[in-house]
């Protein structure tokens, strides 16, 4: 029998290679239009089959059916949509949702799968994490552990500082497709670290920690820290709707770094930019990971996905974009300086490179330091008050 993936090369999956499974079945439940498939990865759309996690996270075992789980009383139960269709998700709460697409015909591909949430996601303090049935982890899956399985696949949820409300058919996490495994397609060279990185990480493909003050609205900041007061606030929307984004000023303060120094306060949610610029080529993709699971006593707690044309071709016509990198404070404080590193990037080759695109497509293609695109832009002029917070002026 003819497969698609016969004249591959092991990588990661392109926008027309991945079209290609979901248009033969082997991946379903994605809307034909294929506007859910990116230049390496696919979004993963919530179903409205929602439920409460009663005593906290659980763990994928490796068993064929997670519902199982699911249907459990003592440990689920179904969550109820609002009277507009969406879902109040609140902080510090776990939820599972089905979601809508399958992994209906990989067995035996050599097709492999790594996850990660979405960057708009991760920026608003929420986890999201993928669970394949017949994986025993989060966040991937890999052909052979699909045997018997049903294909389904589950996203968690957790919403740490901020309430959030969502709806069904939005995306929160995206998958990667390898044709072989991830670890065999990896690229470690000098010569590619100098060529994507523009920075002292361009040595060995590391990303430090930038604590240059810059000037928003006339005030000073370094990092962009959650206000934890807000969770009592109106939830944020985790979707994209014009004039409808949420204020600023009510969920984020300023933090100025002195003498090169911030501080990480214990249990605080902090975002940061890298030192370093990245532009990514077509026939790469890339994965930033922390560079340890914990850093001192905070933790870098997000993953991402860097695509291919990340800060290659800024619309501003400079080359190169910092990364965001989503900081939780542990047990103690800690005190940060600048040109720390923070995360390692691993460097994959595609399995055929990347289209063309438009940079006005991406984001945070452009960006600097930057909140998630769920909320509206800082004002131009802004104050301290009191309490710390800013507000505009």
Known sequence: MQHPWDDWIPGVLNKAQVETLCAQG????????????????????????????????????????????????????KLKQLSDGTFLLKARATYVFKLRERLSRLVDSSIHGQATAKSSVGRVDVLARLIVDGMDSYESFEPDRLKGASG???????????????????????LRLFYGRPHDVE??????????????????????????????????VAAFCANGEASTNQAVPLWVEQG?????????????????RLKIEKEQFYILRSKEKIAVPPGIAVYCRASDETIGEMRIHYAGFVHPYFGLRRNDGTRGTP??????????????????????????????????????????GSQTLKLSKFFNEWPNKLKRNDHGAVEAT
């Not at 809307?31 to 906290?56: P, Q, V």
Request: charged letters at 25%.
């Open 244 to 260: 409808k984004k949420s204020d600023p000023c009510k969920y984020w303060r300023f933090q100025e770094s002195i003498a090169g």
């Open 26 to 77: 082997y991946i379903t439940g994605v809307d034909e239009s294929w506007k859910a498939i990116d230049l390496s990865s696919i979004d993963l759309s919530l179903s409205d089959a929602a439920f409460e996690m009663k005593e906290g996270s659980v763990k994928p075992t490796g068993q064929f059916d997670y519902d199982h789980l699911l249907r459990d009383s003592k440990l689920a139960e």
């Open 323 to 364: 990364l965001i990198f989503e900081v939780r404070g542990h047990q103690v404080n800690v005190n940060l300086a600048d040109g720390e590193k923070m995360a390692n990037l691993i460097f994959y080759r595609m399995s055929q490179d990347a289209a063309e695109h438009d940079p006005a497509d991406n984001d945070y």
């Open 152 to 174: 389904n696949m589950y996203l968690e949820i957790t919403p740490i500082t901020f309430s959030v409300l969502v709806k069904p058919g939005m995306p929160l996490t995206q």
């Open 187 to 220: 690229v470690r060279s000098r010569e590619l670290f100098k060529t994507v990185l523009e920075g002292p990480g361009a040595r060995d493909g590391s990303l430090s920690i930038d604590l240059e003050n810059e000037v928003w609205g006339g005030l000073k």
